[in-house]
């Protein structure tokens, strides 16, 4: 006899109600016909009498069966000549699709975060508001104002923010492109996105860090890929481990994230750097860049991009606005040979016709503002104080039982528990207690990992929300 999978993400009321929808539609189960009673069928199924109700209600809902004092639960009986009529069943059409949902972790913190606003958030990988330029922001939209007809854009984005970004990236992070060579995008995602489905097929293999932020996107399984692990220490991935991956699995790409790394907060080695760029000119391999924390330096010059020492064009290069000024903006760039950009903007025509101008628009505008150098300099100095608040907490409330170190940019801290720890309970007792924060099995990592993001709780709250983590992890570990 058929009985529900316990160790199934669906519920078990729910496996039920689909099971006797089944065998209902086949003609097991006739119309006008009894079904087994609660109580009878929780017995033969082995699940409490209250999962059977949960599932008849559910079937009562759809109009499949009736219940009724003293006969019982029935598969409804239609009149002759009617024509039966119910609702699709959505739970199904929502567990069917051949796109991912995110991990349960994932989709656990954005419920708890949507539950709670008062939770304490170190999960959030997103500027705070009091530190993103708001006020920037809005007195450029104040001053400017929109006569033009606000009709579909150029499908590889707003010219202006594209010539403003050739002049960006020359500035800022020594790249040199022209417009025609970028892509506007909606974020680092979407550029992920764009390449895994485009210029990728199923069952290709593609090289990623380890740990990484792309083991947190289901995206990479969506599309069929298959993926290979690249360690990350204090120095970065090590370059000959790519051609190692080349020789056993034919990698076709490699996906890496070199300045500040989320989540291990680690920057390549400079050495490393020429060695990775030589290995892939010599495999044809190409090379996607995300750099979304490089201008977060909190002391000297940023480290350079990968692109910016391309001198063959190896690397795809994928920024954005997200960590630097506002993430509801959602503008991001790729900059890519042409003929790959034309792809690209080929297929994101296809999804949404391209973005709203307005939003580009206000980054072109705040990009040759006088507002963005001063900007960038009191975001580090925020970011930088936020960091040493949370060190100093940590140290204060867990002396002996985490272990971390430093960056030196970005929005993250990578720590490690030392005790043998459970993420599922302590994640669990930590939301209990008012705080919350990312484990590090959500980017590959083993058990006894975490990130904790600084950019997004209030600095008053962050040596409240430590403490509160604290008492969570010794309750868990006693």
């Not at 009736?66 to 959505?90: E, L, Q």
């Not at 989540?263 to 750097?273: F, H, I, K, M, Y």
């Not at 300099?377 to 970011?383: I, P, V």
């Not at 970005?410 to 720590?415: I, K, P, R, S």
Request: with cysteine; net charge neutral.
């Amino acid at each position: 006899m058929w009985k529900p999978n316990r160790q199934s993400n669906q519920p078990l009321y729910q496996q039920i109600a689909d099971d006797l929808e089944r065998r209902i539609s086949y003609g097991e189960f006739p119309p006008g016909s009894v079904l087994p009673s609660e109580r009878k069928l929780a017995e033969q199924l082995e699940v409490n009498r209250s999962t059977v109700v949960l599932a008849y209600s559910e079937l009562r809902a759809l109009g499949i069966i009736d219940s009724r004092s003293g006969s019982g639960t029935r598969v409804t009986k239609y009149k002759w000549g009617a024509t039966p009529k119910h609702p699709p069943n959505w739970h199904r059409y929502a567990e069917g699709g051949s796109f991912l949902p995110n991990l349960p972790f994932m989709r656990r913190i954005r419920e708890a975060l949507g539950q709670n606003q008062s939770l304490i958030d170190f999960a959030s990988g997103e500027l705070a508001a009091d530190i993103s330029p708001v006020e920037e922001i809005n007195i450029l939209m104040n001053e400017n104002h929109y006569t033009e007809y606000l009709g579909y854009d150029n499908p590889q984005g707003f010219v202006p923010l594209r010539q403003e970004l050739v002049n960006y990236l020359s500035q800022y992070r020594d790249i040199h492109t022209t417009d025609s060579s970028i892509l506007i995008t909606s974020g680092s995602q979407q550029s992920l996105y764009l390449i895994t489905q485009c210029l990728l097929s199923p069952g290709d293999a593609v090289a990623i860090e380890d740990p990484s932020y792309c083991y947190s996107l289901p995206m990479f399984q969506t599309a069929g890929l298959r993926l290979f692990r690249l360690p990350v220490d204090h120095k970065g991935v090590r370059p000959e481990d790519i051609r190692t991956l080349y020789k056993k699995h034919r990698i076709k790409m490699v996906f890496i994230n070199p300045n500040f790394q989320n989540p291990t907060g680690a920057v390549l080695d400079n050495e490393r750097r020429i060695q990775l760029l030589d290995v892939a000119s010599e495999l044809g391999l190409p090379i996607v860049e995300d750099d979304p924390f490089s201008l977060t330096a909190y002391e000297g010059a940023p480290p350079p991009p990968l692109k910016s020492i391309d001198s063959i064009g190896s690397v795809l290069y994928i920024g954005s606005f997200s960590k630097i000024a506002a993430s509801g903006l959602r503008v991001g760039w790729m900059v890519a040979p042409h003929s790959v950009i034309e792809r690209l903007a080929d297929a994101r025509q296809q999804m949404d016709f391209g973005l709203s101008v307005i939003p580009q628009r206000v980054a072109a505008q705040f990009l040759k503002s006088p507002y963005f150098v001063p900007h960038m300099d009191r975001l580090r100095m925020h970011l930088l104080y936020k960091r040493d608040l949370l060190i100093k907490a940590l140290q204060k409330e867990l002396p002996d039982l985490i272990t971390f170190t430093i960056p030196q940019g970005g929005l993250h801290l990578w720590c490690k528990i030392i005790p043998k720890i459970n993420d599922s309970k302590l994640l669990e007792e930590a939301i209990r207690r008012g705080v919350i924060f990312v484990p590090g099995s959500v980017y590959g990592s083993d058990s006894g990992y975490m990130r904790f993001t600084y950019a997004r709780p209030k600095a008053e709250d962050i040596g409240s929300g430590i403490s509160k983590f604290a008492a969570a992890l010794r309750d868990v570990l006693s």
